[in-house]
């Protein structure tokens, strides 16, 4: 399992999630992606500028939390408390680059 991993959320809500943790809704885990390239695509699908934040896995993993590697790029977890959340900068080189081809694209 990575260090870090990332999930999109909708900018109105990220400071909630950070504060509340976040949990499954209405699926039955977690998804987590790999980097912030693949989380702020995934989150392009419900969001035109998803903010990103970053889940301290090590830390997760480190106190009996456990995350499944469900595919190339997502892994899975029950929830993540809010004490391993923060968001990602949004003058974050790759989040920064990823902006200006979706505006491009536009």
């Known amino acids: 399992i990575p260090d870090s991993l990332y999930y999109p959320a909708d900018p109105d ?4 999630l950070v504060e509340l ?6 699926r ?7 980097s912030i390239k693949f989380a702020a695509e995934a989150g392009r699908v419900h969001h035109k500028n998803p903010e990103i ?20 790029t997502v892994f899975l977890t029950d ?11 949004s003058d974050n080189p790759e989040l920064t680059l990823l ?4 505006a ?3």
Do not use: C, K
């Open 79 to 89: 929830s993540v408390s809010g004490e391993y959340l923060s968001i990602v900068d």
């Open 53 to 72: 934040i970053e889940v301290d896995t090590a830390r997760m993993v480190a106190s009996g939390e456990t995350i499944w590697h469900a595919g190339v």
């Open 21 to 26: 943790g976040i949990t499954p809704g209405d």
């Open 13 to 16: 809500e990220a400071g909630n």
């Open 99 to 102: 902006r200006e081809i979706w």
């Open 104 to 106: 491009e694209e536009e």
């Open 28 to 34: 039955s885990h977690v998804h987590l992606s790999a």
